[in-house]
């Protein structure tokens, strides 16, 4: 009986909780979306992907120095309509925190626990957040809650809506930067590299080496050097000689630079260590740098030395150049040319076809050596993997007895190039090989160079080459020498001028600006005492990332034709605190924009310009500025901008912010090319594919202002698909302004490694762009118009390996919204693209098209250019609407709309005709359809195909892919007429099917 009362009560209290947790979960279902509200400082702040920090209500911790923290405090409040937890929850078991910090920079932002988890309807809790910058710059986080309901004594319910929002802090502070003058960054405790200079390697006792550095403050706050700490190691005898130490304490304001240098002079044959400790207010305080070298008793050349190795993939060109440089005759016998190859040892001759002697040399001769002065000529001469060195003996002591030498012996340290002594580095022969001693110039340099510049095969003049105002007095210049200019020196033509180091002295002007495509290609430092001035369409290019820049230049730029003083340019300063009002003088100063994603302009909030503001003072490098032009002319006519100061070079980042809202009006973000030169716009679309829908949109304006707004499809489009039209290239020109779409918030970079010489024609500006001298790739690219009689637009559809049929960033790109009269597009699912680029043509393709018109009349689609294949393929659009399938590729497409509307469904690009396309939809309704003709197999189903596997009839296979996409053109050359195929298929689904046909 006593038992049959405890099951009883124990069903009952089951009963009871059941009964319990289903009102709760009904009182639940019926909640608010929102359960709780966050409050900074009093202010409620807004949940959801708030994407705007404020200081008013705590969400932005302002500037912190690098290293402190500041703790800010926010509060919680259940407003649900029953009790929640803070906590994540297991089992109905509360578990860990539910409150966590998520984002880019969340690590730099650390929470603590709120005072209490349970909170009743309308109770409150607070919890802190302590913001502790790493570095310099913007910091961003998400704060995210979800909170679970529960019932008191009776556990808990259901998880409740997820609630977030964005917090920011900049950090601040003095940053070290040391680094080898043209050389690498060095690491703090750094281990020794030739890279950055610190590794000084193997020297003769008692030759001098010095290495000059800089310790730059690249941080946002005076960096002040309160002691430097020399330490040597116990065997050291003075061989390192530092020089120009600063006197203490030393400021630096930010982008301060200050130059010291290190010499060594071994004294013996012991290795050699020093370093220095640099003590400053950098919030890691203390910053050492480790330096080392050796001795050795032998001794470099005085008399002769290597001046060039030049490797060839042809293994045809290959050559060894070598230059008498005492001034002295050299006599038969005294020295010897040696190859050793990889697997030779270096205490063996190199071998009776591997050495050569070197025989007389006059004072400045200079000998090339060919494989066929080895006597090897059937054998593979230089490849990468072979030292040569210049010795005193040929047998078993050629290496040890060597007085120059170049290689690294028994491992691949060059592929394909020529490396070149010259005046900005070590001109002089080296018993140990240093890849930084010699320069790296192409192949095709070489063969193409002038025959008194020093790359060119045969040529060497030691030193660097001036111009006098009428002459070089020593040689053309090239990318190996120090070249100076003492007199006035005017651009030529499309003249391609480089340098290692360029010097333009006090008193002289270096002009580039003759109306072309002239470049000056300076490869390392950069100093101008003088005058240099750069043209509209001409190009200061700059190789080094650590160049020494000394001096200003003055880049000049212009607009095309202006119809009136309210047309925009999009522009970017090429130049360091370039301010607007220097820049564009005679604009109205309320006209000058730039877009700040991140915060929202009153004036416009319920605009599309609501991110837009008004811009003045000193331009921000990386970002773009969108400029009216100048007030008081006559209009049209062209405008010039001169933008003077300190050419910017290097790793350029800026800020791009993507605002989640569902609007694609907050992820805009106005950048810029920030250098006196043209980009590659598929280089920097690759570097930032992360942070950005990687498609650069340029501002043309060739519809005028209507009621103040500019029209959006006014904006031309590239990826690396290509351009919305023809005329589009992956060219970028100096100080164009431009726009991409967020799609995270962070940083795009720009390095000097997409800089291109040559080609700076192209600025996208009002009513027109420059025409670009640069080759279509042959893809396989379609681009299409659809016009009225007086408006039309254009899309590009493209087949490529790169891409997919479906979305891909970077090969496909968005159509914006736009109140423009016409908007063609074609479609990814429901989304509308200008650009789209899918996996590689075959017939059975088809295109979904899109048209939107604001009026009604007459209209045609046509096709504006075709290249690769398609230039030879059938082209047919069908109107679904009308029953019209027409052959595009001899004529455009003329219809008439009746009333306006966007026509998402109504055209279909395709490539056979609509009887064809019906018959293969219709087989691929039932199975697979394969197609084989003369050295190939067509393939397609109405699912992704995984794989596909093709055989013989002896079972052998033939083929093996992965296509992932719906069809696709297997190649099988060389099979005879009738040969039985076998191809297996696997599906998306995992469905396999078998298919036996003749090949035809």
Request: charged residues 20%.
């Given at each position: 009986?006593?038992l ?20 709760a ?20 702040v ?13 969400t932005?911790?302002d500037e ?68 502790t ?52 960054n ?32 690249t ?14 190691d ?56 480790n ?47 040696g ?6 040892d ?5 071998g ?11 004072p ?28 005193t ?33 070590t ?48 040689g053309l ?18 003249e ?13 002007h ?13 490869h ?47 522009w ?10 220097d ?89 810029g ?43 031309v ?34 390095k ?32 299409l ?5 007086t ?11 790169e891409?997919?049929?479906?979305y ?26 200008t650009?789209q ?11 979904d ?15 504006s ?38 026509f ?41 195909i ?17 296509p ?35 090949q035809?």
């Open positions: 009986m006593e049959f009362k405890e099951v009883t009560k124990i069903k009952f209290l089951v009963l009871k909780r059941i009964v319990l947790l289903l009102i979960f009904l009182t639940f279902v019926g909640a608010d979306a929102q359960d709780i509200l966050f409050y900074g400082n009093g202010i409620e807004t949940t959801s992907n708030d994407n705007f920090p404020e200081l008013g209500d705590n932005f911790f912190v120095e690098v290293g402190t923290t500041k703790t800010l405090t926010f509060q919680v409040k259940n407003v649900h309509n029953a009790n929640i937890d803070l906590r994540t929850m297991i089992f109905g078991i509360p578990l860990t925190d539910a409150i966590e910090v998520t984002g880019l920079n969340a690590t730099e932002f650390i929470k603590t626990e709120p005072l209490t988890y349970k909170l009743a309807p309308n109770e409150t809790t607070t919890f802190d957040i302590t913001f910058p790493t570095s310099n710059g913007v910091k961003d986080a998400i704060i995210n809650v979800q909170p679970t309901g529960y019932i008191f004594l009776f556990g808990y319910s259901n998880i409740l809506s997820n609630n977030s929002f964005n917090i920011r802090g900049v950090g601040v502070g003095p940053e070290i930067t040391v680094y080898q003058s043209g050389g690498d060095i690491d703090h405790d750094n281990e020794l590299s030739f890279d950055n200079g610190t590794e000084f390697g193997e020297n003769s006792i008692n030759s001098y080496t010095e290495h000059q550095f800089i310790v730059k403050n941080g946002t706050r005076d960096l002040v050097i309160s002691d430097w700490q020399v330490t040597s116990e065997t050291q005898n003075n061989e390192f000689v530092n020089s120009n130490e600063p006197a203490l304490p030393l400021i630096l304001s930010p982008d301060e630079s200050y130059a010291f240098e290190i010499g060594y002079q071994p004294k013996d044959v012991n290795e050699d260590l020093q370093s220095i400790t640099i003590v400053s207010n950098y919030s890691n305080s203390n910053f050492k740098l330096f080392g070298g050796s001795g050795t008793s032998q001794e470099a050349s005085d008399r002769i030395m290597m001046t060039q190795y030049h490797i060839d993939d042809s293994w045809e060109n290959d050559f060894i150049e070598v230059k008498n440089i005492s001034g002295q005759p050299i006599a038969d016998g005294d020295y010897y040319l190859v050793f190859r990889s697997n030779r270096l205490t063996q001759s190199p009776s076809n591997w050495v050569a002697s070197i025989g007389e040399l006059q400045n001769e200079v000998k090339v050596f060919t494989r066929s002065d080895f006597g090897n000529n059937n054998n593979q001469f230089l490849n990468g993997k072979r030292l040569a060195v210049i010795s003996t040929t047998n078993g002591t050629c290496y040890q007895n060597r007085v120059d030498v170049i290689g690294v012996h028994g491992s691949t340290w060059s592929r394909n190039g020529s490396y070149n002594r010259g005046s900005c580095l001109e002089s022969a080296q018993i140990n090989f240093n890849i930084n001693d010699w320069i790296a110039v192409d192949v095709d340099d070489v063969a193409l160079a002038e025959v008194t510049k020093n790359i060119a095969k045969g040529t060497y003049n030691m030193g660097g080459t001036t111009w006098n105002g009428t002459q070089w007095d020593n210049p090239d990318q190996t020498r120090e070249v100076m200019i003492s007199g006035d020196y005017n651009s030529t033509g499309n391609l001028l480089e340098s290692c180091n360029l010097i333009v002295m006090n008193g002289a270096l002009n580039f600006n003759n109306n072309s495509l002239a470049t000056l290609d300076v390392r430092n950069l100093e101008v005492y003088g005058d240099l001035t750069i043209g509209d369409t001409e190009s200061l290019l700059m190789r080094h990332d650590n160049a020494l820049v000394v001096g200003e230049i003055s880049k000049i730029e212009k607009t095309t034709i202006l119809n009136n003083n309210h047309d925009i340019t999009y970017s300063a090429p130049i360091k605190n370039a301010i607007t009002s820049v564009f003088i005679g604009v109205n100063s309320n006209r000058i924009f730039k877009i700040e994603s991140d915060k929202i302009n009153s004036a416009y909030a319920d605009t599309e310009y609501r991110h837009w503001f008004n811009a003045s003072g000193v331009m921000s490098v990386g970002k773009g500025y969108a400029v009216e032009g100048k007030i008081g002319e006559t209009y049209p006519r062209q405008h010039e901008v001169i933008f003077s100061g300190e050419p910017n070079n290097g790793v350029i980042s800026t800020k791009v912010v993507s605002n989640y809202t569902g609007s694609e009006d907050d992820d805009w973000n106005l950048i090319n920030p250098y006196p030169s043209a980009i590659d716009a598929d280089l920097f679309l690759q570097e930032n594919i992360d942070n950005i829908d990687a498609t650069v949109r340029f501002w043309t304006h060739n519809t005028p202002v209507s009621n103040g707004v500019f029209d959006r499809t006014d904006y489009s590239y990826n690396l698909t290509g351009g919305s039209i023809p005329e589009v290239t992956n060219i970028i020109g100096s100080s164009q302004g431009f726009m991409v779409s967020g799609s995270e918030t962070g940083e795009v970079v720009f000097n490694e997409m800089r291109v010489a040559l080609q700076n024609n192209v600025f996208y500006k009002p009513s027109s762009a420059k025409p670009s001298l640069s080759n279509e790739n042959e893809i396989d690219k379609l681009w118009f659809a016009r009225n009689s408006t039309e637009d254009h899309l590009l559809i493209a087949f490529l390996e891409a997919t049929d479906g891909d960033n970077g090969y496909d790109g968005v159509k914006y919204k736009s109140s423009f009269p016409i908007r063609f597009y074609s479609k990814i699912d429901n989304e509308k693209f650009i680029g899918l996996s590689p043509f075959t017939r059975y393709k088809t295109v098209i899109g048209l939107e018109v604001t009026q009604p009349g007459n209209y045609n689609i046509g096709i250019k075709r290249i690769g294949s398609l230039k030879g393929e059938t082209i047919f659009i069908t109107d679904h609407l009308l029953g019209v399938t027409h052959e595009l590729s001899k004529s455009n497409y003329s219809f008439k709309v009746k009333e306006p509307g966007n998402q469904d109504r055209f279909t690009l395709q490539f056979v005709d609509e009887e064809s396309l019906n018959h293969i939809k219709q087989k691929l309704s039932h199975e697979l359809l394969t197609i084989s003709s003369a050295g190939n197999l067509h393939i397609a189903s109405n699912q992704i995984s794989n596909i596997k093709v055989y013989d009839i002896l079972g052998r296979i033939l083929t093996n892919l992965n992932n996409q719906k069809d696709i053109d297997v190649a099988l050359p060389n099979l005879q007429k009738g040969t039985i195929l076998i191809i297996n298929t696997t599906l998306e689904s995992g469905e396999v099917i078998h298919k036996k046909i003749a035809q």
